[in-house]
């Protein structure tokens, strides 16, 4: 399976950016989509995530600011990110793991979003 990232970059604070992600290969047909992040000298949180029936989960520090959604039959998922604020800034990695077999887990390379004050 491999994830290719799209999106991020520079915003100030208040604005909007989104990510997307597409996942190719050998995809297992029940699975959830993600985004984390990682910042510089913390560990890597989870930020969003949706299953293939719809299901989401946000991190507490998103609800109400970022939107996740997916396209199951084109296998992508995107975070639109709004009200940004500094403390976003991280490298944002898009995830696909299956629900059947825990072990089936793979990351895309990372994609560095930067929100200015």
């Known amino acids: 399976v491999q994830l290719a990232e799209f999106g991020g970059g520079l915003a100030q604070a208040g604005g909007s950016l989104r990510l997307s992600c597409a996942a190719s290969?050998?995809?297992?047909?029940?699975?959830?989509m993600g985004w984390y992040r990682q910042a510089p000298g913390k560990q890597r949180e989870l930020v969003a995530s949706?299953?293939?029936?719809?299901?989401?989960n946000y991190s507490e520090s998103v609800k109400g600011r970022f939107t996740i959604s997916r396209d199951n039959a084109q296998n992508t998922v995107q975070l639109q990110m709004n009200s940004l604020k500094p403390e976003d800034t991280a490298v944002y990695y898009c995830?696909?793991?299956?629900?059947?077999?825990?072990?089936?887990?793979?990351w895309g390379q990372g994609t560095l979003v930067t929100v200015s004050s």
């Open positions: 995830n696909i793991r299956s629900l059947i077999d825990a072990q089936r887990t793979y």
């Open positions: 290969g050998s995809i297992f047909s029940i699975n959830v």
């Open positions: 949706v299953s293939t029936r719809g299901t989401t």
